[in-house]
């Protein structure tokens, strides 16, 4: 997998909630999830493919932001930004996995979300 790049586009602190790598008889891809975090605490989070684009019959290997949801200051927000992230790119997250790398940014964020996430 490329996550050694998958986060060099953030200025802010930033980890991976979710990665796969998928393909089919044409191409492959690769889906991420992954959060920023400011100084301020103030989180992104974003859905991203590191696919092929095809232009003028070459192909080169890039990112595409395929959905964003900035400004998130509070849990239930997160989740739900998460979740759009999930639908945008057909797929479901590990929410132990997700809450495991927001620990590594916020933990104390993360254990609000463990706790809407796990129901207490």
């Known amino acids: 997998m490329s996550n050694s790049h998958a986060l060099a586009f953030a200025r802010s602190p930033a980890v991976i909630l979710y990665q796969v ?7 492959d ?7 920023t975090r400011t100084k301020k605490g103030v989180f992104t989070v974003l859905a991203r493919k590191f696919s092929d684009e095809y232009l003028d019959g070459k ?12 400004d998130i200051k509070t ?18 997250v590990y929410w132990d996995d997700v809450i495991t790398s927001l620990a590594k940014l916020d933990t104390q964020f993360s254990e609000s979300v463990a706790n809407l996430v796990n129901g207490s």
């Open 75 to 92: 849990p239930n927000t997160f989740i739900e930004a998460v979740k759009r992230c999930e639908m945008e790119l057909g797929v479901d």
């Open 29 to 35: 891809w690769e889906d991420y999830i992954v959060t």
């Open 21 to 27: 790598e998928n393909d089919n008889m044409w191409s």
């Open 59 to 70: 192909t080169k290997r890039k990112w595409f932001l395929i959905h964003s949801v900035g």
